[in-house]
């Protein structure tokens, strides 16, 4: 019997105690009990009774025998409880002297339960609890009646404030207007607040305070319990997704309230609320369709938004279009509940999605770090399961929960959709059930520190909805899809907030239990082969054919396929145990019956399969050799580590024989107190300079002083997190209040620079202290950003910073970095990627690391696919300062195993409004199978940037993808200041001189856009590629005017022209649709003169363009063309070619 059914039926059930006896309920009803055992069952009309059976207004439940149910009885994971007499309960039932609550169907309550209006908290067995209770790392208190507390209440001689919703407060508490102050653990320090209520820590109102007993509930200093297993005398079935709380025990469930809600019962979509979102095919994940704003894919009717997808054809091919809305910058959300009414479609490769995402990636940063929350999934092949999921982290890592429907698919009907967002708590519903919960993850940068919980999922989101085709999830569509009925349906979305939310939550400390290895040392399972007991799991993915066999103690795999990955054929070990710190060696013997590879790796399955020990090739020949490989384990600790040997798409078929595996502890790396901090992945020596790490987001910061009246904390106000020191003090002298890190990683002879943003309440100076120096900074009300240089000799006077902020009045300090005072930090990559980002692409396949054992330290990425353009697989570093006027040389060191090009460039960071113009010109070079040392010298010719970015694109560099496994190397990457040019450009003679040979190069696009730069300013928007012609050209697809002509640009850059000189400008011109492009000589600096400038009206026929100019002055300025807003635009694709500019 389904519970789901049982509930409905059952719902208004009262039941009373009754003492089995013979009574008549139908015509041939009876009692029956038997002589054997005393059982009782029960016989009418219809039988002999089964399952569920409602006796004269009464619930019993008999076995597949009949016989009559006692005690506690689990029907599909829902728990209910009958008396001796075998009727069911509801409300209050007291079990062996514990106490437990059913509701009117019966069903066993979890979690927090109302009744009358009171609260009380059962365990996952469902036992009520008295005391201190933990919930989901947050700290309630209940009295021996197990009713919640609030107030300001006593325990055991310490005073704790509650708040309204039960939670136990730290950190600042205004109480009475006053403030308090409540420590980490939760009781009051310094002055104490007045108490309400005073208990004993078995929650008994006390007048005189008890010592805490030794068995009691643990107290809020103390680490949570795990959680136990159901104790229930009934046999128990399988439960599925369901988190064993129904929505209803939540203190917040009936408080919230309705904000905003879209019924979608008009005629056409609000854009008040609600954004078009269009994307080309391939965005993301693969897909095949392209997102359009066409009213075709996107539409209102009969009270619904639905979102279409559309099979046509392009170019002979099958091509898919389809809709996605959002309300980004519109209707954000910071916490709530939501609910959509939707109808999902069905069809292999149609995959709709109801998701939101943050309105402000750059917080946290890009995906995954930023945060994902997935309420709704469901992939078209099979409509009867659901997905809500959460992506977050650095390496990416996710938390999901399914639910599968009983009978029929979610295309079948609508249904609601929901989830409840609190601090450090996402629900999600599936029509008023809750089928999963996740309260446990975390947000930071590879190699940085856990930005305080509940991040990343403390920010406003915005929503999102639409209909994919195709994708590396659910696959393309087949002929099987119905493209007719391929429509997403929403009847509505409602958004409701609470009145307020306590953000004081504590992450969960899950238990890491790690088992210990074999008497031998070794911690896998079964290394000698000895059996088949399952220990080793043989897998296949992507197309991958093999079997394996053990005998005579050895494991030998036969590949038949090998797939089109590594990891098609695999051989695993789960559930290695690595502690955080431990040295482990792998060893192994091993043979193929020809030469031939395999690779080696341990990972994390658990978490994203993060490699502990990275792929290694293992080079096998036909004789058994032993293998040994050490590594460290350099993330927190995982019980669940998996040795993988991976034997898939790697050139050969032949039988691989293995046996003697071992890992083996051989040491172990213990965490020294006294040990320098880190160097952050973004080169800062100062840790937690953000003021966002450890639970009162002051980790490593050490706080003194000697004003009694002086508060310091961290302000937390819509995600701004800065350091407040208030003091109150008017004797208050600057040294009384001082905010230290000690043992910074600094080195010997090097050159730093102390970076730190700070203002104040009123004009005041406070100092900050390095290496025996003192630096003032001089504060007033406005933000501002102080900058202190200093240099390290052949002693340190002190790795410590300390920043004095004592005198009255209130101080802010943010963002404290100290850094390496060069322009490119950590170029010689001695510090890891310190200071580094690797950027890929989803549709790309690279990653990246430091190679110190052939290189010497050595930037290397492995690239699998480039991608489709340049700029999809990059290794960048943020925030290079150039100087207008200043000359620069640019030098580093590449190779690659694949003769290839890569393409370089120091650039303005466009994030925001897409001009990435390149100040040092983008430069392609050809990189091969050896080091070479490239140079570029250059002039800053635009004003002053502090944040230009210097990229290395490795993606599809010319137009040319690349799907061949291969590896780019760079390093020894050096920026330096020159007093004067040693190099000079191509075919740029020295202003003053006249040369009649053509100064553009490459102007008939030959060499792609080598010596060329383009740029789009948002709004403009445009795609700048080169036609697939033997006669190539420059081909610009303008999908965004913007507000100038300039807007969208293609230049040529530094072209030196003499004065007096006439020259001729030629060029080639044409565009798909009639419009104007504007060609221009101008000024590359300064005032931006223009010294000529002319209209070219264009329509589908090449035109030939001549423009004649006489130089009135020496100058190096840029040829350009300008695609944005004209006199005359149009949103249509332009093409350049044959460039000249001769003088006369």
Same mark, same amino acid.
């Given at each position: 019997?389904?519970s789901i059914?049982l509930?409905?039926i059952?719902a208004?059930?009262?039941a009373?105690?009754?003492i089995?006896?013979?009574?008549?309920s139908?015509v041939?009803?009876?009692?029956?009990?038997?002589?054997?055992?005393?059982s009782?069952?029960?016989?009418?009309d219809?039988?002999?009774a089964?399952n569920w059976?409602?006796?004269?207004?009464?619930?019993?439940?008999f076995?597949?025998?009949g016989?009559?149910?006692?005690?506690?009885?689990?029907?599909?994971?829902?728990?209910? #409880?009958a008396?001796?007499?075998?009727?069911?309960?509801t409300?209050w039932v007291?079990?062996?002297g514990i106490w437990?609550f059913?509701?009117?169907?019966?069903?066993?309550?979890?979690?927090?339960?109302?009744d009358?209006?009171?609260?009380?908290?059962?365990?996952?067995t469902?036992g009520?609890k008295?005391?201190?209770?933990n919930d989901?790392?947050?700290?309630?208190f209940?009295?021996?009646s197990?009713?919640?507390?609030?107030g300001?209440?006593?325990v055991?001689g310490?005073?704790y404030?509650l708040?309204?919703?039960?939670?136990m407060?730290t950190g600042?508490?205004i109480?009475d207007?006053?403030?308090?102050?409540?420590s980490?653990?939760?009781?009051?320090v310094?002055?104490?607040?007045?108490?309400v209520?005073?208990?004993?820590?078995?929650g008994?109102?006390v007048t005189?305070q008890?010592d805490?007993?030794a068995?009691?509930?643990?107290s809020?200093?103390?680490? $949570?319990?795990?959680?136990?297993?159901?104790?229930h005398?009934?046999?128990s079935?399988?439960?599925g997704?369901?988190?064993?709380?129904?929505g209803?025990?939540?203190?917040?469930?009936?408080?919230?309230k309705l904000?905003?809600?879209?019924?979608?019962?008009?005629n056409? !979509?609000?854009?008040?609320?609600?954004?078009y979102?269009?994307?080309?095919?391939?965005?993301?994940n693969?897909?095949?369709?392209?997102y359009?704003?066409?009213?075709?894919?996107i539409?209102?009717?009969?009270?619904?938004l639905?979102?279409?997808a559309?099979k046509?054809?392009?170019?002979g091919k099958?091509y898919y279009?389809?809709g996605k809305?959002n309300?980004?910058d519109k209707k954000?959300f910071?916490?709530?509940?939501?609910?959509?009414?939707?109808?999902?479609?069905?069809?292999?490769? !149609?995959?709709p999605?109801?998701w939101m995402?943050?309105?402000?990636e750059?917080?946290y940063?890009?995906?995954?770090?930023c945060g994902?929350?997935d309420m709704m999934?469901v992939l078209?092949?099979?409509p009867?399961?659901?997905?809500?999921?959460i992506?977050?982290g650095d390496?990416?890592?996710?938390?999901?929960?399914?639910?599968v429907?009983?009978?029929? $698919?979610?295309?079948d009907?609508?249904?609601?959709?929901?989830?409840e967002?609190?601090?450090g708590?996402i629900?999600w519903?599936?029509?008023g059930?809750?089928y999963y919960?996740a309260n446990d993850?975390?947000?930071?940068?590879e190699?940085g520190?856990?930005?305080t919980?509940?991040?990343p999922f403390?920010?406003?989101f915005?929503?999102q909805?639409?209909?994919a085709?195709?994708?590396s999830?659910?696959?393309?569509p087949?002929?099987?899809?119905?493209?007719?009925n391929?429509?997403?349906k929403?009847?509505?979305?409602k958004?409701y907030q609470?009145?307020s939310?306590?953000?004081?939550?504590k992450?969960?400390?899950?238990e890491?239990?790690?088992?210990?290895?074999?008497?031998?040392?070794?911690?896998?399972?079964n290394?000698d082969f000895?059996?088949d007991?399952g220990?080793?799991k043989?897998l296949?993915?992507?197309?991958g054919?093999?079997?394996?066999?053990?005998?005579?103690n050895?494991?030998?795999?036969?590949t038949?396929?090998?797939?089109t990955?590594?990891?098609?054929?695999q051989?695993?070990?789960?559930g290695v145990?690595l502690?955080e710190?431990?040295?482990?060696r792998?060893?192994f013997?091993?043979?193929?019956?020809e030469?031939?590879?395999?690779i080696?790796d341990?990972?994390?399955?658990?978490?994203s399969?993060?490699?502990?020990?990275?792929d290694?090739?293992?080079?096998? $020949?036909t004789d058994v050799?032993?293998y040994s490989y050490?590594?460290?384990?350099?993330k927190?600790?995982?019980?669940n580590g998996?040795l993988e040997?991976n034997?898939g798409?790697?050139?050969s078929?032949a039988d691989v024989e293995?046996?003697?595996?071992?890992?083996e502890?051989?040491g172990?790396?213990?965490?020294?107190?006294n040990?320098s901090?880190?160097?952050m992945?973004?080169?800062n020596?100062?840790?937690n300079g953000?003021?966002?790490v450890?639970?009162?987001?002051m980790?490593?910061w050490?706080v003194k002083?000697?004003?009694t009246?002086?508060?310091?904390n961290?302000?937390?106000?819509?995600?701004?997190?800065e350091?407040?020191?208030?003091?109150?003090?008017?004797?208050?002298l600057?040294?009384?209040?001082?905010v230290?890190?000690?043992? !910074?990683a600094l080195?010997k002879?090097d050159n730093y620079?102390?970076?730190?943003d700070?203002?104040?309440?009123k004009?005041?100076?406070?100092?900050?202290?390095?290496?025996?120096?003192?630096?003032?900074a001089d504060?007033t009300?406005?933000?501002?950003?102080?900058?202190?240089?200093?240099?390290t000799?052949?002693?340190l006077s002190s790795?410590d910073?300390?920043?004095?902020?004592?005198?009255?009045?209130i101080t802010y300090?943010?963002?404290?970095?100290i850094e390496e005072?060069?322009l490119i930090?950590?170029?010689?990559?001695?510090?890891?990627?310190?200071g580094?980002?690797?950027?890929?692409?989803?549709s790309s396949q690279a990653?990246?690391?430091?190679?110190?054992?052939?290189?010497?330290?050595?930037?290397q990425?492995?690239?699998?696919?480039?991608?489709d353009?340049?700029?999809?697989?990059?290794?960048?570093?943020?925030n290079?300062?150039?100087?207008?006027g200043?000359?620069?040389?640019?030098?580093f060191?590449?190779?690659?195993?694949?003769?290839?090009?890569?393409?370089?460039?120091?650039?303005?960071?466009g994030?925001?409004?897409?001009?990435?113009?390149?100040?040092?010109?983008s430069?392609v070079?050809?990189?091969g199978?050896d080091?070479?040392?490239?140079?570029?010298e250059f002039e800053?010719?635009?004003?002053?940037?502090?944040?230009?970015?210097?990229?290395?694109s490795?993606?599809?560099?010319?137009?040319?993808?690349?799907?061949?496994?291969?590896?780019?190397t760079?390093?020894?990457?050096?920026?330096?200041k020159?007093d004067e040019?040693?190099?000079?450009?191509?075919?740029?003679?020295e202003?003053?001189?006249?040369?009649?040979?053509?100064l553009?190069?490459n102007?008939?696009?030959s060499?792609? #856009?080598s010596?060329?730069g383009?740029f789009?300013?948002?709004?403009?928007?445009a795609?700048?590629?080169?036609?697939n012609?033997?006669?190539?050209?420059?081909?610009?697809?303008?999908t965004?005017?913007g507000?100038n002509?300039?807007?969208?640009?293609l230049?040529s850059?530094?072209?030196?022209?003499?004065n007096g000189?006439?020259?001729?400008l030629?060029?080639?011109?044409?565009a798909?649709?009639?419009?104007?492009i504007?060609?221009?000589?101008?000024?590359n600096s300064?005032?931006y003169?223009?010294?000529?400038a002319?209209?070219?009206?264009?329509?589908?026929?090449?035109k030939?363009?001549?423009?004649?100019?006489?130089?009135?002055?020496?100058?190096?300025?840029q040829?350009k #063309?300008?695609?944005?807003?004209t006199?005359?635009?149009?949103?249509t694709?332009?093409?350049?070619d044959?460039?000249?500019l001769k003088a006369e």
């Open positions: 019997m389904k059914k509930k409905k059952i208004g059930a009262i009373a105690s009754m089995p006896v013979m009574l008549q139908g041939n009803a009876e009692w029956k009990q038997s002589t054997d055992n005393g009782w069952s029960y016989v009418d219809s039988g002999l089964t059976k409602l006796i004269d207004g009464k619930w019993y439940n076995d597949e025998s016989v009559m149910k006692t005690g506690w009885i689990n029907d599909n994971g829902i728990w209910y #409880f008396d001796a007499s075998g009727a069911m309960q409300g007291n079990d062996k437990y059913t509701d009117a169907s019966g069903a066993m309550q979890t979690g927090w339960i109302n009358r209006g009171t609260w009380y908290f059962t365990d996952t469902g009520m008295t005391g201190w209770v989901k790392g947050t700290w309630y209940t009295d021996t197990g009713a919640m507390q609030t300001v209440i006593e055991a310490k005073v404030s708040a309204s919703s039960g939670a407060q600042k508490v109480i207007n006053k403030e308090y102050n409540f980490s653990e939760g009781d009051a310094g002055e104490i607040p007045k108490v209520k005073a208990f004993d820590n078995k008994a109102g005189k008890a805490k007993p068995t009691t509930e643990v809020p200093s103390s680490t $949570t319990s795990k959680n136990s297993s159901s104790n005398s009934s046999s079935s399988n439960s997704t369901n988190s064993g709380n129904n209803n025990g939540n203190p917040e469930q009936n408080k919230w904000i905003w809600q879209d019924d979608f019962n008009g056409e !979509l609000n854009q008040n609320d609600w954004s979102e269009k994307h080309d095919p391939g965005w993301v693969n897909e095949l369709q392209e359009t704003d066409s009213k075709e894919n539409f209102v009717k009969d009270g619904n639905v979102l279409k559309i046509t054809q392009k170019d099958d279009t389809s809305i309300t980004k954000t910071k916490y709530g509940k939501f609910e959509i009414r939707a109808k999902a479609p069905k069809g292999q490769g !149609l995959w999605a109801l995402m943050p309105n402000n750059s917080l940063g890009q995906w995954p770090k994902e929350i999934e078209g092949n099979e009867n399961k659901l997905y809500g999921t992506h977050y390496p990416h890592e996710q938390k999901q929960g399914t639910y429907l009983d009978k029929g $698919t979610f295309a009907d609508y249904h609601i959709y929901g989830i967002w609190v601090p708590e629900r519903y599936i029509d059930k809750l919960t993850w975390f947000t930071k940068v190699g520190d856990e930005v919980f509940p991040a403390d920010q406003p915005y929503m909805f639409n209909l085709v195709g994708g999830w659910p696959g393309n087949d002929e099987t899809t119905d493209f007719d391929a429509e997403f929403v009847d509505y979305i958004a609470l009145d939310y306590d953000e004081n939550v992450k969960p400390e899950a890491v239990i790690l088992r210990d290895p074999d008497i031998n040392g070794n911690y896998i399972i290394g000895s059996k007991d220990s080793w043989f296949t993915a992507l197309n054919i093999g079997n394996y066999n053990i005998a005579n050895k494991m030998t795999i036969s038949k396929n090998a797939g990955a590594d990891y098609s054929i051989l695993v070990q789960p145990p502690k710190g431990g040295k482990y792998v060893t013997d091993a043979k193929a019956n030469d031939r590879t395999m080696a341990v990972s994390g399955p658990d978490r399969y993060v490699r502990y020990f990275n290694t090739k293992v080079d096998l $020949t050799k032993t050490e590594f460290t384990m350099d927190e600790d995982d019980a998996r040997f034997l798409n790697q050139g078929l293995l046996s003697n595996v071992k890992i502890k051989i172990q790396i213990e965490k020294d107190e040990e901090k880190k160097i992945p973004d080169g020596y100062v840790n953000t003021f966002d450890g639970e009162d987001r980790k490593y050490e002083s000697k004003s009246n002086t508060q310091i961290v302000t937390n106000s819509n995600n701004s997190r350091l407040k020191v208030d003091t109150k003090d008017n004797n208050s600057l040294e009384d209040v001082s230290k890190q000690t043992n !910074l080195t002879n620079a102390l970076y730190f700070a203002y104040a309440d004009d005041k100076t406070i100092k900050a202290c390095i290496n025996g120096e003192e630096f003032s504060l009300n406005n933000k501002k950003t102080f900058k202190f240089e200093f240099s000799g052949e002693e790795k910073l300390e920043l004095l902020l004592g005198g009255q009045g300090i943010d963002n404290v970095r005072n060069s930090r950590n170029g010689a990559f001695d510090s890891g990627l310190t580094w980002n690797v950027y890929v692409d989803g990653s990246g690391s430091v190679d110190s054992l052939k290189e010497k330290n050595a930037a990425l492995e690239i699998a696919d480039t991608g353009q340049d700029w999809k697989i990059q290794l960048k570093q943020n290079v300062k150039l100087e207008e200043q000359k620069y040389r640019l030098s060191d590449a190779k690659s195993t694949t003769d290839r090009d890569i393409m370089y460039a120091i650039q303005r960071d994030s925001k409004d897409n001009n990435w113009d390149p100040y040092s010109g430069k070079i050809e990189v199978n080091f070479k040392t490239y140079t570029n800053m010719k635009k004003p002053t940037d502090e944040n230009a970015i210097f990229t290395i490795m993606g599809a560099v010319n137009g040319k993808q690349i799907k061949d496994k291969h590896t780019v760079v390093d020894n990457v050096k920026l330096e020159i040019l040693t190099t000079s450009p191509e075919n740029k003679p202003a003053g001189t006249v040369n009649n040979d053509n553009i190069t102007g008939d696009f060499s792609e #856009f010596n060329w383009y789009a300013t948002t709004p403009a928007a795609t700048f590629s080169i036609t012609d033997t006669d190539k050209a420059a081909a610009i697809d303008v965004g005017l507000t002509a300039w807007d969208a640009m230049y850059d530094d072209i030196n022209l003499s000189v006439k020259y001729i030629e060029f080639d011109a044409w798909d649709e009639d419009r104007d504007v060609a221009e000589i101008q000024q300064g005032a003169n223009t010294y000529a002319k209209t070219v009206a264009l329509d589908g026929t090449k030939h363009v001549t423009l004649e100019f006489t130089m009135p002055n020496d100058d190096a300025p040829v #063309f300008c695609f944005g807003n006199s005359n635009p149009t949103l694709k332009v093409y350049i044959n460039v000249s």
